[in-house]
């Protein structure tokens, strides 16, 4: 089979698309034909290993992949050949076959595609549990979501708002992508670019400041972002996509008794009582039209280097999607 391999890490031309043995399934597990990828900033972080886990090498990143049963393993029960599957897969999901625990399947729902399946669970999981789980957000909050036309920000400016946020203050790079982030029920829109954009935060909110900041830029964005986060307010870290983490003063929190937590998919993910539910709560949304699903782009997998250079080169909006 074909697939995306990482042999040394680094920029985005690492990426090597090579032939490699195909998977076979062991016990308790499927083997997946592959139909749709989905591309993550944590792919790229990944790739110049400085993901929060140090990566071995070599490697085939991809954690999320969408596709239909190939094989099963021993063992395996009520996973036939055939079924239509999305899957979180760790790595591996960068190739035209991958194997994943039975387990772990969810089954995609009649009438949503293989490139629309793989672009929910990482990223829709991730913008519920940070707003929900780790924000805490309440009916009325106000929100800032950065970033807000990519993968996550795209969805958990919509989540926002069906969860009850009051104001849902989105900041983007470009007009392009602030009009999508309107589109999608930001309230206030702000160009993250401009040195003013803290300040705008707190005009849009009464000079309060934001309830809930969504943080996964890192920077100098973490420490901005606490100067426009109000009393009691609540910062959630879930990445660091310019590739400085920042850094904090902990008493700096103490004046206005303020909140910073962090967030990591994988501890929401082996927690099946909260994982499942969230999930049937987002394809709900799905499936009523509440729920809009971005696909930014779509990518043959020999062209992978592309994808990863467009996503951190800001080029692109909502979820890329690479297809074998």
């Not at 997946?32 to 490697?59: H, K, W």
């Not at 696909?295 to 800001?314: F, N, P, V």
């Amino acid at each position: 089979m074909h697939a995306v391999l990482v042999e040394t890490f680094g920029g985005p031309e690492v990426l090597e698309y090579v032939e490699v043995e195909r998977p076979s399934p062991g016990e308790g597990e499927v083997l997946i034909e592959v139909r749709a990828s989905g591309v993550n900033y944590a792919d790229t972080m990944r790739r110049r290993n400085t993901y929060l886990v140090p990566q071995e090498l070599p490697f085939i990143p991809g954690s999320e992949v969408a596709g239909i049963v190939a094989g099963v393993g021993e063992g395996v029960r009520g996973v036939s050949v055939g079924d239509r599957v999305v899957a979180l897969v760790g790595t591996g999901g960068y190739a035209e076959y991958v194997t994943a625990p039975a387990g772990s399947l969810i089954p995609i729902p009649d009438g949503l595609g293989f490139d629309e399946a793989a672009a929910v669970p990482l990223q829709g999981l991730t913008a519920y549990h940070i707003l929900k789980t780790s924000g805490r957000l309440a009916e009325g909050e106000s929100v800032l979501v950065h970033a807000a036309a990519g993968g996550v920000g795209s969805l958990a400016v919509q989540m926002a708002k069906l969860m009850g946020a009051g104001t849902v203050i989105a900041t983007a790079s470009s007009r392009k992508k602030l009009e999508l982030a309107a589109s999608l029920g930001a309230d206030v829109l702000i160009d993250y670019t401009s040195g003013d954009w803290p300040e705008r935060v707190r005009e849009a909110t009464g000079g309060r400041g934001a309830d809930v900041i969504l943080e996964m830029v890192g920077g100098d964005f973490p420490e901005k972002n606490l100067s426009c986060l109000a009393t009691f307010g609540r910062m959630v870290v879930y990445g660091a996509a310019s590739g400085q983490r920042g850094s904090l003063t902990p008493a700096s929190l103490m004046y206005r008794n303020q909140t910073v937590t962090g967030f990591y998919l994988p501890r929401i993910t082996s927690r099946p009582e909260i994982f499942a539910s969230s999930l049937q709560e987002m394809l709900h949304w799905l499936s009523t039209g509440d729920l809009r699903l971005i696909i930014g782009g779509r990518y043959r997998l020999e062209d992978t280097s592309k994808a990863h250079a467009d996503l951190e080169g800001r080029k692109t909006t909502g979820k890329l999607i690479l297809n074998p």
